[in-house]
């Protein structure tokens, strides 16, 4: 189930589409990103990451070959449980420190890092639809592990924790500094858990990263919603944990054991 694409098939409609991609092993992470869980560009041919819980409040400038370029602290910010990055046109980048694995957390967060000098600010939320601290296990779905900026505002996608409620669903947040209570937009069953997310550089579709595959969605009307499945494509490498569009088609992927991939259209 974690790496078929079967289920996918026949509850939602996605197309099997393994047979067009390649996957290619491209580069290792520098040591000290050991628990890379993010991925996003820099404003140069480069790309930042992060380490996961309990990681320095840090930023590492990468090359496509994991070739350590940088480190940028990241000032007023605490990296309780960092799961995932995106950036906006003008190179801000935000820094989802909203890893719930518990689903204990009342109070989750964003950091938005302005290119620049300008001070970090703090997006803070919390999901409208969490009424119990943790809730019952039926109901553990308020873990988040993926988001990307979508025209002012970030959509996050739930890990869908709960060994019997596969719902993963789509939260959206305003990209400006605040405190925000957010509800579900949109919900579809998959049966693995969701580990990144991003959007192409037209924003024409989404990709959702899980343990084992990764799932497509066109985007129509610039709506971000599960209406339009595309296709989806078996990638069981280890415990792959960011994703990034590379351009309209090809993605790049690097897991916690230190691995990067290119997936390549053709």
């Not at 589409?17 to 092993?25: A, G, L, M, P, W």
């Not at 990055?85 to 009342?106: E, K, P």
């Not at 803070?124 to 993926?146: G, I, L, T, V, W």
């Amino acid at each position: 189930m974690f790496c078929t694409c079967t289920p996918d098939k026949r509850a939602n409609g996605f197309d099997k589409v393994r047979s067009q991609y390649k996957i290619s092993k491209i580069g290792k992470l520098p040591a000290v990103a050991n628990e890379s869980s993010g991925i996003a560009r820099t404003n140069k041919n480069s790309f930042w990451t992060h380490n996961d819980s309990g990681g320095n409040p840090e930023l590492y400038e990468i090359d496509s070959t994991g070739k350590l370029l940088s480190t940028k602290v990241i000032p007023n910010a605490k990296n309780s449980d960092w799961e995932d990055l995106t950036r906006d046109a003008q190179g801000t980048v935000y820094i989802g420190d909203f890893g719930n694995n518990s689903n204990t957390r009342r109070s989750l967060s964003v950091y938005k890092v302005p290119d620049g000098n300008a001070e970090t600010e703090e997006i803070a939320f919390n999901y409208a639809d969490q009424k119990d601290f943790p809730p019952s296990e039926d109901n553990r779905n308020f873990d988040c592990e993926a988001f990307f900026y979508h025209k002012d505002n970030l959509y996050l996608f739930s890990k869908n924790r709960s060994p019997t409620n596969h719902m993963v669903k789509i939260y959206r947040l305003p990209t400006q500094k605040g405190n925000y209570s957010i509800a579900p937009i949109d919900s579809i069953a998959i049966g693995t858990q969701v580990t990144s997310a991003d959007i192409s550089p037209d924003g024409k579709t989404f990709a959702l990263l899980t343990y084992g595959k990764i799932l497509l969605f066109r985007i129509n009307d610039g709506m971000i919603t599960f209406k339009n499945p595309m296709g989806c494509f078996k990638f069981a490498k280890k415990q792959a944990e960011a994703l990034i569009f590379l351009n309209n088609t090809d993605m790049m992927i690097t897991n916690e054991q230190g691995q990067i991939f290119r997936i390549t259209y053709r």
